[in-house]
């Protein structure tokens, strides 16, 4: 029977004992997207709504914001109208679109402070040709292939996860991602594994060499540079820093996860390392650019 084909309509949610104090819970989703929401919308109209902020740092900031958006807004609403159901699910369909939506955000995040430590690269390393190189039309062509490698690679990853077989219903998360589906298959998954593999690796691996090359060579000039450039680079380098680690970190606390055989672990555990990279990132990169940056926080009455 363990090995018996099904078509599920409806896949259950492992939301265990969020249930006791669902509105407790309610609550905090509530306030938790609220502040996400007004935090990211904040700092995304106040670099499109002044013209001192059109440049290039400032844009990848609001398209950073504009990603956090888009990520919680594809897990929020779903946690919030299971939270009030009296049994989690959600549709098969629903799951897959949950699926790419959630790893083209996590994607979109990587490529997009790629992009960010390219532009920290060009300003500090090439200062006088900065202008003529970040132009409007090389800041369009980076982020349109910011946005096109994720969605292609997330699209036919998601494809070939719909086209497997499943034999079980049961998500251990409580939310849809590509692996949680993935093991409700009772056949051979071989060949999306090293799909996968050379997903992360073309992806993520591509894109930490990209910043640790650019950080390389600022680091270089930084070394030979008065010290007040010095002062410039690690003012305009510290929020970019700290939301690398920051991402990066909650990648770790999601790898560990798949690896550290999760449901061994305490539930609260496995929920709080599994929310890491949805929560974390969308609720302090408005703040850390918001309160390190000044020319974002001058324009920001909330955050004097």
Avoid at 43 to 57: A, C, G, K, N, R
Avoid at 82 to 110: D, W
Avoid at 128 to 146: C, D, E, V
């Amino acid at each position: 029977m363990e090995n018996t084909t099904i078509s599920p309509l409806m896949l259950t949610l492992n939301f265990g004992e969020l249930t006791v104090e669902k509105y407790f819970y309610c609550f905090i989703v509530i306030i938790g997207y609220a502040l996400i929401v007004v935090c990211n919308g904040a700092v995304i109209v106040t670099v499109w709504q002044h013209q001192s902020l059109q440049e290039p740092m400032y844009i990848f900031i609001s398209v950073l914001c504009m990603n956090g958006l888009y990520g919680s807004s594809a897990f929020f609403p779903s946690l919030l109208i299971n939270l009030l159901q009296k049994n989690p699910s959600i549709s098969y369909r629903a799951c897959l679109t949950q699926v790419f939506c959630i790893h083209t955000y996590g994607s979109f995040e990587m490529t997009i402070l790629a992009s960010m430590s390219y532009d920290r690269y060009v300003s500090i390393c090439n200062p006088l040709r900065y202008n003529t190189i970040m132009t409007s039309s090389t800041i369009g062509k980076i982020l349109f292939r910011a946005w096109l490698y994720p969605v292609t690679l997330i699209g036919v990853l998601v494809i070939l996860t719909a086209r497997l077989p499943l034999c079980r219903s049961h998500i251990l998360k409580i939310y849809c991602d590509n692996w949680s589906v993935v093991s409700l298959s009772c056949t051979d998954t071989i060949v999306l594994n090293i799909f996968g593999l050379f997903g992360v690796i073309s992806l993520f691996g591509l894109m930490s060499l990209m910043i640790f090359y650019s950080y390389l060579k600022i680091i270089r000039v930084c070394m030979k540079s008065p010290k007040n450039i010095k002062e410039k680079a690690l003012q305009t380098c510290t929020p970019h820093l700290i939301t690398i680690t920051n991402f990066l970190v909650d990648i770790l606390f999601e790898i560990l996860l798949y690896r550290l055989a999760p449901t061994k672990l305490p539930y609260e555990l496995r929920v709080i390392m599994s929310l890491q990279i949805l929560v974390v990132p969308p609720m302090l990169n408005p703040f850390i650019y918001g309160l390190k940056m000044k020319a974002i926080k001058s324009r920001l009455n909330f955050f004097r």
